[in-house]
């Protein structure tokens, strides 16, 4: 199993980035896919999640409206646009995979990517 994440880099506030999760090893259509940051000194968050088959999206508040999350199942990859980026919004990000369907809920993560938002 993998999950391989992308994109992450420096950019400048009010800048884009996109990131990419490419999975491997599993049945990727059917989990839940979510992206989690990590700044330094502080707990790992929830930044969006989105269904199996994608219809449904969830946002932490400090992230609505700016960011989007997205998958495409046919090529197992989830994807996280960010725009009008902030430098709170630096931190490690996360891929996350959990499958909802079975009762003791398998989840894997990847490696995460680094983002800092910086003049």
């Known amino acids: 199993v993998q999950l391989v994440e992308s994109g992450g880099g420096l950019v400048q506030p009010g800048g884009s980035l996109r990131l990419s999760c490419a999975a491997s090893?599993?049945?990727?259509?059917?989990?839940?896919m979510s992206w989690y940051r990590q700044a330094p000194g502080k707990e790992r968050e929830l930044v969006a999640a989105i269904t199996s088959a994608g219809g449904s999206t969830n946002y932490a508040d400090s992230v609505k409206g700016r960011f989007t999350i997205s998958r495409d199942n046919g090529k197992s990859t989830v994807y996280l646009q960010m725009n009008s980026l902030k430098p709170e919004d630096t931190a490690v990000y996360y891929c996350?995979?959990?499958?909802?369907?079975?009762?003791?809920?398998?989840?894997?993560w990847g490696q995460g990517t680094q983002v800092t938002v910086s003049s």
């Open positions: 090893g599993f049945t990727f259509s059917s989990y839940v």
């Open positions: 996350h995979a959990v499958d909802m369907t079975v009762i003791w809920r398998p989840d894997y």
